[in-house]
């Protein structure tokens, strides 16, 4: 039983559409985050979330803390955003790890 | 701000070889972190430090794998001997113990890729 789901686990979109990956949790949490990774292994962290909404640029991320869901939205994609986008969350001093969503944006 | 500092990037051992990594985290980072990823799962946490005392060693295989930061700053760790089933990256991350509780923020490492043969 893993105790952080995402989907898609993979998705292809082309260049410009809207994109969302959602996360669901089971556990109770003091934050969420969204990581990005790229081939090669590096991973940076897009946003950390305890309530509500946040932006910068084109990515938004959203949590339900009453539905423990989260959604990471890519406006405007781009072949740049290609990379493993991964949800973590913080649950005392446990942090769990989803097993990623793969997304590749074909020019 | 210099960023979390891991080497090597890559290493290739035999299996029962011995392997040790290193991590530097940014600077006044009282907590560290290594993970484990195997290709196509999800990081795999193996020891949390805050300062040189360990918090979470739970999900660390202690038969063959050893962490150590001995002065609280930069960790090492120890696999020995090393199987097939290690072959994985391996991240360290670090954060501050000068943020709000809800904000917990990680800052992860390139990583080190290791491939058992």
């Known amino acids: 039983k893993n105790e952080v789901e995402q989907s898609p686990q993979n998705l292809t979109a082309q260049e410009g559409e809207f994109i969302t990956i959602n996360c669901s949790y089971s556990v109770g949490i003091s934050a969420l985050h969204w990581l990005q990774q790229h081939p090669g292994g590096g991973i940076v962290s897009l946003f950390m979330?305890?309530?509500g909404k946040k932006k910068h640029g084109r990515l938004i991320a959203t949590i339900n803390i009453q539905e423990k869901h989260s959604s990471l939205h890519i406006t405007a994609s781009h072949p740049r955003d290609s990379a493993v986008y991964i949800c973590?969350?913080?649950?005392?001093?446990?942090?769990?790890f989803g097993t990623g969503t793969s997304l590749t944006v074909i020019p | 701000e210099a960023g979390v500092a891991q080497s090597p990037r890559y290493k290739i051992i035999e299996k029962r070889q011995s392997v040790a990594f290193w991590c530097n985290p940014i600077?006044?980072?009282?907590?560290l972190y290594w993970y484990q990823q195997i290709l196509g799962q999800g990081p795999k946490l193996l020891i949390q430090f805050q300062n040189n005392g360990v918090v979470d060693d739970s999900q660390l295989p202690k038969d063959r794998f050893s962490a150590e930061r001995l002065k609280g700053v930069d960790s090492t760790l120890k696999i020995q001997p090393a199987k097939l089933e290690d072959s994985a990256v391996y991240l360290c991350?670090?954060?501050?113990?000068?943020?709000?509780?809800?904000?917990?923020?990680?800052?992860f490492g390139p990583g080190t890729r290791l491939t058992v043969t």
């Open positions: 979330l305890s309530s």
């Open positions: 600077s006044g980072h009282a907590t």
């Open positions: 973590a969350v913080r649950s005392g001093n446990q942090f769990y």
């Open positions: 991350a670090s954060s501050s113990l000068n943020t709000p509780k809800s904000s917990y923020e990680q800052y």
